[in-house]
């Protein structure tokens, strides 16, 4: 990447970075064997990085994910408008443009099972999940073996 160009997004994932040009083209670099580093070509408003994968939210609301293609995880719902993503490392989410989350890819923990409610971001560990509602709460769901998803009062 250009170091003097202008950036609208950036994402670290587990040994990659990708970041959104202000021409809207995706750019990334790093570790590359499962093309987490090789976008789609396209032009995207937003992006995140995960373990093996990326996703972005193409200039028309629907996601666009490289890499890990052995996975569930690269595999956005089609015909489902995003506003933003947020990466694990086995599993993505996104908030849609209505403001619910949809999640996809290994769920083995629960990290997949949204709970019911609008909201506005979305992010996502190894084994769960956390969203920011409307009304400015912060749930979270999946394995809370390390307390993880106890949000404080």
């Not at 200039?59 to 993503?85: K, R, Y």
């Not at 086995?90 to 619910?100: A, F, I, P, R």
Request: aromatic share 6%.
């Amino acid at each position: 990447p250009e170091p003097n160009s202008d950036y609208l997004d950036v994402s670290c994932g587990g040994a990659h970075t990708c970041a959104i040009r202000d021409s809207g083209e995706a750019v990334c670099w790093g570790h590359d064997a499962n093309d987490q580093s090789s976008p789609v070509p396209g032009t995207y408003v937003a992006l995140d990085a995960g373990g093996l994968h990326t996703c972005a939210v193409r200039g028309d609301g629907l996601g666009e994910c490289w890499g890990a293609p052995w996975q569930d995880m690269s595999t956005p719902p089609v015909d489902v408008e995003f506003a933003t993503m947020g990466l694990g490392e086995n599993h993505s989410c996104g908030v849609t443009s209505e403001g619910g989350i949809v999640c996809w890819g290994e769920s083995l923990d629960g990290q997949c099972d949204v709970p019911a409610g609008q909201y506005t971001q979305v992010t996502a560990g190894r084994k769960h999940t956390c969203g920011l509602t409307f009304d400015e709460r912060i749930l979270c769901w999946g394995s809370n073996d390390e307390g993880q998803c106890d949000v404080p009062d």
